[in-house]
């Protein structure tokens, strides 16, 4: 395969994902923000959005503070922001018809439709918070639908294994933010563990990874921390947990190693990720600090990154 062909499927998964995870990540802080101010108190729910969605700084630059109008629209739909969902739509359509041929027919159809979509239906922003639901299930559909294409028609050769790679990359780095955000920064200092607002952050990062259900089916006990942080770090059961995408990333890897006939530096570092990961415990995690230990991570999921486009992207 040519690695520029490999670069666009291994992006255009990239992008599908990161337009869902912006997307859930709006869905959850509009129902946080829904709960009574009883709830909630004096937080800023949208200042956190922009921490998990890693876009920050760069909002400050456009807007002059974090309301819910400014950050729906930088998000979601912002020109400016590069990982804006209808950034991430427009890039994926892109990559897509440069890979036309490598997709099937069902991948492309989802892709160029929920474009065309995103320009006859949403080219204008969404008015009122019922319209933004409907635009965010758009836009978590469009990557169901997407990822179930690949997954029941692809064959299982290298341009699958490249889609997989942008897919577990972008997903363990997306799981690391989110979860670094609620243990470093968005509980306020005055606030208890397991008072009210506690309770509601911690329910709304769950759903944001579609894991509430799954936090009760394996634990079977109320939302505490270290048990959040055990499933979403450590538990390979749960398809968005840095252990399952690491398994997954080093398979895809190894994959592509035998066809190719060689095995290198990205092989190598997600195996050692992966064995970090496989060897920790949440004693010793809570015991270094789980802010180091994701801070640790995110830095060696963008290093794997770096070292799968110097390996086989350029």
């Not at 036309?100 to 918070?129: F, H, Y």
């Not at 692809?154 to 889609?163: H, I, K």
């Amino acid at each position: 395969m040519l690695s520029r062909t490999a670069e666009n499927l291994y992006w255009l998964a990239r992008y599908v994902e990161r337009a869902e995870y912006i997307a859930r990540t709006i869905d959850a802080t509009l129902r946080v923000t829904a709960l009574p101010t009883a709830y909630i108190g004096k937080t800023n729910e949208w200042e956190s959005a922009l921490l998990t969605a890693g876009v920050s700084a760069s909002f400050y630059e456009a807007y002059p503070e974090a309301t819910e109008q400014n950050v729906v629209e930088y998000l979601a739909f912002s020109p400016s922001n590069s990982s804006s969902i209808k950034n991430c739509i427009e890039a994926a359509r892109l990559n897509s018809r440069s890979v036309r041929t490598a997709l099937t027919s069902e991948m492309w159809d989802t892709i160029n439709s929920a474009w065309i979509e995103l320009q006859e239906v949403w080219g204008k922003g969404t008015s009122s918070r019922e319209e933004l639901a409907r635009f965010l299930r758009f836009v978590q559909e469009t990557s169901l639908r997407f990822d179930g294409s690949a997954y029941r028609t692809m064959l299982r050769n290298d341009a699958y294994w490249f889609s997989r790679l942008g897919l577990h990359l972008e997903r363990a780095d997306n799981t690391a933010r989110i979860l670094d955000v609620k243990y470093h920064v968005l509980l306020p200092e005055e606030e208890h563990v397991g008072g009210p607002l506690d309770y509601y952050q911690w329910t709304s990062i769950l759903r944001s990874v579609s894991a509430l259900t799954a936090y009760h089916w394996v634990y079977r006990e109320t939302l505490k921390p270290w048990l959040i942080a055990d499933l979403l770090i450590l538990n390979d059961t749960l398809p968005r947990s840095l252990a399952s995408c690491y398994s997954n990333l080093v398979r895809n890897l190894d994959q592509i190693g035998v066809a190719y006939g060689r095995q290198g530096a990205a092989q190598r570092h997600a195996r050692g990720v992966r064995n970090r990961l496989e060897h920790s415990h949440m004693d010793d995690i809570f015991q270094h600090g789980v802010h180091e230990f994701i801070q640790e991570f995110i830095a060696d999921n963008s290093r794997l990154g770096e070292v799968i486009t110097k390996q086989y992207l350029i």
